[in-house]
């Protein structure tokens, strides 16, 4: 299935509100059961010596219904971006737009006599239809030679590309993509600072033939690769060798086979999407006669033409129901622009700790190595998970905060996100939202739940060290059908749940 622009989003989203309550008649067990139910599912012996925390509190009350590990620090994954979006919709507001700018030196006849600038704030929206649009409003304020330099400004951010902590292994996939504050999404996803290869069977012997979204000078491809008899085993690999612009295909792909795509993260977002920009006004008849350079936009610039992003409000669907992961990162520095006037992590972090404890949330708990979750070096406890989810139900923007999280069992990707192969056909379907949580070694899955009678029910659940070769996502599942008023479910019993270490997205494979 594939994604859907953002503006058709909220329509999606409608589809959800007739079916949030469970079926009047559905087999349940009561609350007062609930701790040797739930203690009944922990028992799962892929938790023996685990580390294990779990919170089920009454929304309304805020009254702790099972706790187990409640204060333990634990790794939390993706839920980490629970923190980030709440801190991002207080401090940047709902209608937070990022915002791209082209501006030039002096001007006349059709002639920029000095720089062209492409500024940027940390955009991951744009598209190369963005870039191309960009070009052809330079077009048409009549600019047909840049005399200077096209120079990329990403300014607005600091230059530090990769997160504390993030694995080195990791650099290559779009999940851990260079952030900047000027990028390029290749695709509806937002993979930001990313680009989609694709590999073509041709004939056996023949090499493979490959092809990058968006097309690009930025990057070399390095081929060598070919086609396999039809029916052999696939051996393909399609790497970005470190610190380098280059896409290495390796192995054989056998004849008869679909395209193959692959995302992997680009070195250096700036100049990536500074040469897709380039070439857009090269198609736009607007010659450069200078080299591409990152520098700063000088402050008597002529705009040129700008290009807004959707609402925050909007954004934060892509960002917590595909997990996204860039989107996060540059929600921290933009944070820590707005307040600090420092587009860092620190800056962001130290923003983000604040503006929690502003919210009413105990803070002490909290490691903050990034704003995704994917750094090891973050630390949280079910407690303080569980107390943001209540604490956040009050605030004016809560509305786009509880749209934004992955609904259980729901087929569509903006919507059901993450969790749209989970629970389906289950009291759950429907009706859990949550933020899902995936690293090696760690799962988790916090959010809203309605109960028996339709009791409102806040839940964290985050387990590490875990002893299984793919996440035990169906623990989290049966505790949450359990709280949707199913039934106490044995392993035997449990529900579907994606073999994944990481939230590559759900649709790609990393």
Request: glycine residues 10%.
């Amino acid at each position: 299935m594939r994604s859907v622009p953002l503006a058709a989003a909220a329509a999606a989203m409608a589809a959800v509100t007739a079916v949030a309550t469970p079926a009047a008649g559905a087999v349940a067990a009561g609350l007062h059961d609930l701790q040797d139910d739930i203690d009944a599912i922990l028992a799962d012996p892929r938790l023996a010596g685990a580390g294990v925390g779990v919170v089920v509190r009454d929304a309304r009350t805020g009254r702790t219904l099972y706790a187990r590990g409640a204060d333990t620090p634990l790794m939390p994954a993706s839920n980490q971006k629970l923190q980030t979006l709440a801190a991002a919709l207080d401090v940047l507001g709902p209608r937070y737009r990022f915002r791209t700018t082209v501006a030039s030196g002096p001007r006349s006849g059709g002639r920029v006599h000095g720089d062209l600038y492409l500024k940027g704030t940390g955009d991951p929206t744009l598209r190369p239809r963005d870039y191309r649009r960009l070009a052809g409003a330079v077009a048409a304020a009549g600019i047909r030679r840049v005399e200077g330099r096209l120079v990329a400004d990403d300014t607005h951010f600091d230059d530090r590309r990769l997160g504390d902590g993030w694995e080195a292994d990791d650099e290559q996939y779009a999940y851990a993509a260079q952030v900047s504050a000027l990028t390029l999404s290749p695709d509806r996803d937002l993979h930001a600072g990313a680009v989609r290869v694709d590999v073509a069977a041709t004939r056996p012997g023949a090499p493979v033939r490959v092809a990058l979204r968006p097309k690009t000078r930025y990057l070399t491809v390095d081929n060598r690769a070919r086609t396999g008899g039809p029916g052999t085993r696939s051996t393909l690999s399609v790497t970005r060798p470190r610190g380098t612009a280059v896409i290495r295909v390796t192995g054989r792909y056998p004849a008869g086979r679909p395209v193959l795509r692959r995302l992997r993260s680009v070195h250096e977002p700036t100049l990536y999407a500074a040469a897709v920009f380039r070439a857009a006004l090269r198609a736009h008849g607007v010659r450069v006669d200078g080299a591409t350079v990152r520098g700063r936009t000088p402050a008597d610039a002529r705009r040129v033409a700008v290009r807004r992003s959707v609402p925050l409000a909007m954004l934060a669907v892509p960002y917590m129901k595909l997990s996204n992961n860039t989107i996060a990162e540059i929600l921290v520095k933009a944070m820590g622009r707005e307040r600090k006037g420092v587009g860092s992590w620190p800056a962001g972090l130290s923003v983000t700790r604040r503006r929690l404890g502003r919210l009413g949330v105990d803070t002490s708990p909290l490691t903050l190595a990034d704003g995704s979750g994917l750094s090891r070096a973050n630390r949280t406890t079910a407690r303080q998970l569980s107390e943001l989810l209540l604490r956040v139900r009050g605030e004016p923007w809560f509305p786009a905060f509880a749209r934004s999280l992955p609904v259980a069992g729901h087929p569509h990707p903006w919507v059901g996100g993450t969790l749209a192969s989970r629970m389906r056909h289950s009291p759950a379907a429907g009706n859990v939202r949550a933020k899902t949580g995936t690293l090696t070694g760690v799962t988790a899955l916090s959010g809203y739940v309605r109960g028996r009678g339709g009791r409102r029910l806040v839940f964290s659940i985050v387990l590490n060290g875990y002893r299984a070769r793919y996440a035990p996502k169906d623990i989290e599942d049966r505790i949450a059908i359990r709280l949707a008023g199913g039934p106490l479910l044995t392993r035997a019993a449990r529900t579907a749940a994606p073999r994944a270490d990481r939230e590559c997205s759900w649709t790609a494979a990393c």
